[in-house]
């Protein structure tokens, strides 16, 4: 019987790093470039893997004022505002229909609307609802409806609210080395409210 392995990837050009004090210059450079690569690639070996995209770069532009957002003004300090570019690493929304384009059949998930940890102490539970409001709301300008959900930085919070965003299933936190026992994807069950979840 052959293997099979499941290939997740943190689609999110410049909002994975957009809340650290420096961002990574070397995995910041040249994300457009890269995610074509990686496009193409994938395509060549017919290997169809889970792009999860970050709901902000679904847009083609934004003005920074994020009023329905509960996030402290701060968040989106870095936000550039403006409409996309060819050269945007903030904004990427033809780089997203190439994903439901590609003539492999990949799912595109959702990692939040603006890279929020779920899991940190200060996201409440109007903050984690909004990131999954607005993320899907920003994927289905693409025609795209997210059910498979990445926790930033695999901080795993909130669970009970993906469901009623349409998830029915995430990524688990990244485990010390692979195992046999471990799997990284659990499925909500969908039946009542977010009260059981079972391994797959
Ligand atoms: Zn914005």
């Known amino acids: 019987m052959p293997g099979t392995g499941v290939v997740s990837l943190d689609a999110e050009l410049c909002w994975g790093f957009h809340d650290q004090v420096t961002?990574?210059?070397d995995r910041t450079a040249a994300p457009r470039a890269s995610w074509?690569?990686?496009i193409a690639l994938f395509e060549k070996h017919d290997i169809p893997?889970?792009?999860a995209?970050?709901?902000h770069p679904c847009l083609d532009g934004c003005d920074g004022t994020h009023t329905?957002?509960?996030c402290e003004e701060a968040w989106?300090?870095?936000?550039?505002r403006g409409v996309v570019t060819g050269a945007s690493r903030w904004f990427a929304p033809r780089l997203i229909t190439s994903i439901r384009d590609s003539a492999v059949d990949h799912e595109i998930g959702l990692h939040a609307f603006s890279h929020v940890e779920f899991g940190a102490e200060t996201t409440t539970q109007a903050i984690a609802d909004a990131e999954l409001q607005q993320g899907v709301k920003a994927a289905g300008r693409l025609d795209i409806t997210p059910s498979s959900f990445v926790f930033p930085r695999n901080n795993v919070g909130h669970r009970d609210l993906l469901s009623d965003h349409g998830f029915t299933c995430y990524?688990?936190?990244q485990p010390d080395q692979l195992s046999e026992r471990y799997c990284s994807c659990r499925v909500l069950t969908a039946y009542g409210r977010y009260s059981a979840y079972t391994d797959v």
């Open 53 to 55: 995209v970050v709901g």
């Open 76 to 80: 989106f300090s870095r936000d550039p």
């Open 36 to 38: 074509r690569y990686l």
């Open 171 to 173: 990524r688990g936190p």
């Open 68 to 70: 329905n957002h509960p």
């Open 49 to 51: 893997v889970t792009w």
């Open 23 to 25: 961002m990574p210059a």
